[in-house]
Nanobody, 123 residues
Framework: VQLQASGGGLVQAGGYLRLSCAASGRTFSGYRMGWFRQAPGKTREFVAA???????TYYTDSVKSRFTVSGNNANTVYLQMNSLKLDDSAVYYCVAGPPSTLSTYEGRTYNYWGQGTQVTVSS
């Protein structure tokens, strides 16, 4: 099973990028799929997620109203990132995990992680 993330790059502050993540080897029907990020010297941070079982979406406060998580066929998830800020620079990781009674915002509830794609926002 692989999660292949793409779409990262260099963009100026205020610009936009769209990240994509395609799963191979299985579909994640009923699972949650989403994104974490990690900047140099910082801890890994939840960004956004989508529950295939409920259709509900989740966002960390710093990206609400700027980022949108979406997907299709329970094996592809996207992250549309608008109004990008310098603080959004990080490696973004695609993740997938089963329904959990624990918090969707916790990395330990996801057991599939992609290789990461670099997002760099310049001034």
């Amino acid at each position: 099973v692989q999660l292949q993330a793409s779409g990262g790059g260099l963009v100026q502050a205020g610009g936009y990028l769209r990240l994509s993540c395609a799963a191979s080897g299985r579909t994640f029907s009923g699972y949650r799929m989403g994104w974490f990020r990690q900047a140099p010297g910082k801890t890994r941070e939840f960004v956004a997620a989508l529950s295939w079982s409920t259709g509900r979406t989740y966002y960390t406060d710093s990206v609400k109203s700027r980022f949108t998580v979406s997907g299709n066929n329970a094996n592809t998830v996207y992250l549309q990132m608008n109004s990008l800020k310098l603080d959004d620079s990080a490696v973004y990781y695609c993740v997938a995990g089963p329904p959990s009674t624990l918090s969707t915002y916790e990395g330990r509830t996801y057991n599939y992680w992609g290789q990461g794609t670099q997002v760099t926002v310049s001034s």
